[in-house]
């Protein structure tokens, strides 16, 4: 039941910036935290950030400083802020939130089928 749906994503010269948004929804959906995680060709899946329902965030040292993470609990979306982008950020990026849905007293995780970032050198 639950979705999570990506969008922002696409082709953008180095040094240039994107916005990846992220709207989860579901019946009786309380999210917990949510991230974003990126995979590029020949690589392993790596975590880019998270941000708590607190607000507490975490990101990968190599994005430190040039994304931000962000959350809007009212319309159940995750939002990343990319700056200054290097071609070494190239990768599909997929959304990822710890929720409960209905009337589960067990969190879950769900995925985002993911947005293709691309920068050009």
């Known amino acids: 039941q639950v979705q999570l749906v990506e969008s922002g994503g696409g082709l953008v010269q180095a040094g240039g910036s994107l916005r990846l948004s992220c709207a989860a929804s579901?019946?009786?959906?309380?999210?917990?935290?949510m991230g974003w995680f990126r995979q590029a060709p020949g690589k392993q899946r790596e975590l880019v950030a998270t941000?708590?329902?607190?607000?507490?965030?975490n990101y990968l040292d190599s994005v430190k400083g040039r994304f931000t993470i962000s959350r809007d609990d009212a319309k159940n979306t995750v939002y990343l802020q990319m700056n200054s982008l290097k071609p070494e950020d190239t990768a599909v990026y997929y959304c990822?939130?710890?929720?409960?849905?209905?009337?589960?007293?067990?969190?879950?995780?769900?995925w985002g089928q993911g947005t293709q970032v691309t920068v050009s050198s």
């Open positions: 990822n939130a710890n929720a409960y849905s209905g009337r589960s007293v067990y969190s879950t995780e769900y």
């Open positions: 579901g019946s009786m959906l309380s999210i917990n935290a």
């Open positions: 941000i708590s329902s607190g607000g507490w965030r």
